[in-house]
Nanobody, 135 residues
Framework: QAHVAESGGGSVQTGGSLKLVCTVFGVSSSDLCIGWFRQRPGKEREGVASFVGGGTISYADSVKGRFTISRDPAKNTAYLEMNNLKPEDTGMYYC?????????????????????????????WGQGKLVSVSS
């Protein structure tokens, strides 16, 4: 059965860097749109970055210039590199994957406009990894 799982994350001080890895199981990641979402304390789950279609990348305004999403189809993985981390980046980070085109567009839009996303909105979700940034 297809699913995704995150690894990486952890704790870092302000200005530090962390990397998250999303591994796709049971289906080729090349057939999927990949998104990174986060849920910060007291807030709804929000889109952070997405990789849609043949290479359309989008970021939330709050992470532009600091976070980078990428993918390696040969390893069936996607990555989120996070630099210059701030305490407000603290939260649970989730990888989501989607095969249906309309939902891929919705994923992209969710990221761009900073909308919230429910845990059932896209086909595959990981369990989440904690990112903690101390001041």
């Amino acid at each position: 059965q297809a699913h995704v799982a995150e690894s990486g994350g952890g704790s870092v001080q302000t200005g530090g860097s962390l990397k998250l890895v999303c591994t796709v199981f049971g289906v080729s990641s090349s057939d999927l749109c990949i998104g990174w979402f986060r849920q910060r304390p007291g807030k709804e789950r929000e889109g952070v970055a997405s990789f849609v279609g043949g290479g359309t990348i989008s970021y939330a305004d709050s992470v532009k210039g600091r976070f980078t999403i990428s993918r390696d189809p040969a390893k069936n993985t996607a990555y989120l590199e996070m630099n210059n981390l701030k305490p407000e980046d603290t939260g649970m980070y989730y990888c989501a994957a989607e095969s249906r085109f309309p939902e891929c567009i919705r994923m992209q839009t969710t990221v761009i406009v900073g909308a919230s996303a429910s845990a059932t909105e896209f086909q595959f979700w990981g369990q989440g990894k904690l990112v903690s940034v101390s001041s």
